[in-house]
């Protein structure tokens, strides 16, 4: 099981950014997958996570400070999950991460059990 995030990079506020996790040596479509960061000094963070449509109904969660500027989706196809991040803010600065869900539902009490090595984004004039 791999998770590779991509797409981080040094942006302006008000920027928009679309992060890539990349999944391979699972069935994508049988896994909840979440979006966490991490910015220095602090404690990571869950900002999103979408449920399979498998075994599940695709829900979509968000942390309260993404929700109307954040949108996760995944390709079944392409074995990616996305988070979509516009009217980015330097409270947005950190290392993001996607794991994979033990489950299928975001809802579940299962751990994520499969992190990625992190993209950085920073968000900075």
């Known amino acids: 099981v791999q998770l590779v995030e991509s797409g981080g990079g040094l942006v302006q506020p008000g920027d928009s950014l679309r992060l890539s996790c990349a999944t391979s040596?699972?069935?994508?479509?049988?896994?909840?997958i979440g979006w966490f960061r991490q910015a220095p000094g602090q404690e990571r963070e869950g900002v999103s996570c979408i449920s399979s449509s498998i075994g599940s109904d695709g829900s979509t969660q968000y942390v309260d400070s993404a929700k109307g500027r954040f949108t996760i989706s995944r390709d079944n196809i392409k074995n990616t999950v996305y988070l979509q991040m516009n009217s980015l803010k330097p409270e947005d600065t950190a290392v993001y991460f996607c794991a994979r869900k033990g489950s299928g539902w975001c809802s579940s009490n299962s751990e994520y059990e499969y992190w990625g090595q992190g993209t950085q984004v920073t968000v900075s004039s």
């Open positions: 040596g699972f069935t994508l479509d049988l896994y909840a």
